[in-house]
């Protein structure tokens, strides 16, 4: 019995045939290291699975490994090798899950029966060549305890530090870098505070609650300061009284107003031309130059005057 093998099948208890370690070769006759695990079907030909949410990295036919695949799994921070299947049913680049059938056991490559090898290595070695690997025990390997989806968000708020967290896998710890409590919701949290620790940056979103910062993980929202203009105050009553008073000059008297008024309004109007009568001036240089004529009109009018007066007398002693 083995309970991380049973993952690798589904109503199937595997039994292991050979360890992780080093053994004689059953083909070669060496002493060599069998760097996986083998896992006996009772010769039958039956599914094997993912272990989580992972990548095909590749897949492909080779002469002691027989059909092989190459399953990258970030989560569990390792990869892992499926030899000597039957057939493939995954291709290079898909994604896969727990409930994806990766291939069917067989006994292809250099096998003494169906079975299936299964080698388990750091992700960070997924890309290397066989001899390249570092591999390791998967029977000792510890799966992480299933982590629930923690956190609630908030809406957006311009007057707070925020942070939104825009991937499903992002990992809630008590302290910056310390204990796992879970993986955060996607959303926006309210910062209330924030370190720098293990190369990242990280904000706390709530009680014992702390995530980290990188672009590919969440965006950050700065709060908007807002920026107050103060309205000039009006001088009250007392204000006036207290303010200084200007100095009156007593020696200089102020002048009118109205003369200063009137001083700034004067403009000389201009003269109009008055065109003078000639004949006017004619009869005056006459009255001017003959004098006598003057006189004996005077003399004229007299003697009618003196004529009138008679004939009023004559009339009015009849």
Known sequence: MSKNGQRLFRNFDPYITSPFGYRINPISKERS??????????????PCYGLADGEVSRTGFQ????????????????????????????KKGEKVTKDTVIGITGATGEVTGIHLHFAWFPSSDINKDWYSIKFEDYEKYVFP???????????RDSKKDQIEVIISNLRVRSTPNGKI???IKKGIYNILD???????????????????????YGKLY????????????????????DAPQEEIKKDEPEAPKEEEEKKEVEVETPKEDIEEDPDLSE????????????????????????????????LTNM
């Open 63 to 90: 002469k002691a490994l027989g059909n092989y695949v190459y399953v990258n799994y970030p989560s569990l921070g390792h990869g892992a090798l499926y030899q000597h299947l039957d057939s493939i049913k995954v």
């Open 145 to 155: 305890t299933i982590l629930g989806i923690i956190g609630t968000p908030v809406s």
């Open 222 to 241: 700065l709060k908007v300061e807002e920026v107050k203009i103060e309205e000039p105050k009006e001088d009250s009553e007392k204000d006036k009284e």
């Open 283 to 314: 009869k005056e240089e006459n009255i001017e130059e003959n004098p006598e004529n003057s006189n004996g009109f005077i003399e004229f009018f007299k003697k009618i005057f003196e004529f009138f007066k008679k004939i009023v007398n004559y």
């Open 194 to 216: 924030s370190k720098f620790e293990a190369g990242y940056t990280w904000y706390k979103i709530g009680n014992d609650m702390w995530i980290a910062y990188t672009k590919e």
């Open 33 to 46: 290291l069998h760097a996986g695990v083998d896992y006996g079907t009772n010769g039958k030909n039956i």
């Open 181 to 183: 409590l879970g993986y």
